[in-house]
């Protein structure tokens, strides 16, 4: 495929995820983060482990791993660390600063250093309530989905120069903003026993962007949320997928494509035994993924900036 055959394929990709959240958002909310989501963490890892996971140091990656784990396990089992202090974002922002040192730095004093100098500023903003659920929750989610998501759609724009690729950022942003910025009925649409069982914990998500955000809690709004919500999800995972043949994340050893599809389907099968044990069993290699692509994100926004500034 052509570069900008890739880009109208993706254009045509988000009107889709934007007409079906529009309709059925829990619905598409739900197949996405259990059908494509674990086969984007699992491919997604893959090619970052090809590309040294665009860090200078081949055992950075590391402390990103590590770092998820007191978050993951605080998600399974509860609260076991000291109260009065979130830890999640202490953690989340440990690792997205210390990212930017794997990325800028080839010493390890360096590193270790930044990684410090982060872990001292993470203790004092992290107790700052909105700061801290910025990077406890909107750094994982959202912005990961969405802004990280626009962030690689617009710098492979900068790179490119096509008015493809501009048709599609506009596109990608028209569909985020227009779930807001139109009044658009709900048609009756309600959510089932079933849907609200499911979403579990997820619930959290159009919970805390309705709070921070100031909108309205009625169903209506709800129902709003939840469609830029599963929009922003399920394009996330379908660009990955889009862009098989341009980055070749595919071309890996036939031992990890087994692996891969040994342990997607594993996935698949909890989901289908019990929505809740998959977000659970799942939360780990979801939150992995997240951290691993900081040092790119990185990367993509410095890309970004020295385009605009040369542009």
Not at 38 to 66: C, E, M, N, R
Not at 107 to 131: M, S, T
Not at 234 to 260: A, D, G, M, Q
Not at 273 to 280: A, H, L, M, T
Request: include cysteine; aromatic fraction near 18%; charge should be neutral.
């Amino acid at each position: 495929m052509t570069l900008d055959q890739v880009n109208y394929l993706n254009t045509g990709l988000m009107l889709l995820a934007a007409g079906v959240a529009l309709v059925l958002p829990f619905e598409l909310f739900l197949f996405a983060y259990a059908i494509l989501g674990p086969a984007h963490y699992l491919t997604q890892i893959s090619w970052l482990h090809d590309h040294q996971y665009f860090t200078t140091g081949k055992y950075d990656f590391v402390l990103l791993v590590l770092l998820t784990l007191p978050i993951a396990a605080r998600f399974v089992f509860g609260d076991w660390l000291p109260e009065g202090v979130n830890w999640d974002g202490i953690f989340a922002f440990i690792a997205l600063l210390a990212a930017a040192g794997m990325v800028y730095f080839n010493r390890g004093f360096h590193k270790a250093a930044l990684g410090a100098v982060a872990a001292l500023c993470a203790a004092y903003i992290c107790r700052l309530p909105d700061v801290a659920l910025l990077f406890s929750f909107f750094v994982p989610t959202l912005i990961h989905v969405y802004v990280f998501t626009g962030a690689f759609i617009l710098y492979g724009t900068l790179r490119n120069r096509s008015v493809s690729g501009w048709l599609s950022f506009a596109v990608f942003i028209l569909c985020g903003v227009g779930f807001f910025a139109f009044d658009i009925p709900n048609w009756g649409y309600g959510a089932t026993e079933y849907i609200r069982t499911s979403m579990g914990r997820l619930v959290v998500i159009p919970q805390q962007f309705i709070r921070v955000f100031g909108l309205s809690s009625e169903w209506d709004s709800v129902v709003d949320v939840m469609r830029f919500v599963a929009f922003a999800y399920t394009y996330h995972y379908l660009n990955w997928f889009s862009k098989t043949k341009v980055i070749r994340w595919h071309e890996i050893p036939r031992r990890r494509y087994i692996t891969i599809a040994f342990l997607y389907g594993l996935s698949v099968a909890i989901y289908a035994i019990d929505y809740q044990w998959g977000i659970g069993a799942l939360f780990c290699l979801s939150l992995i993924h997240v951290f691993l692509e900081f040092p790119l994100n990185h990367k993509t926004f410095v890309g970004i900036g020295n385009h605009l500034r040369g542009a």
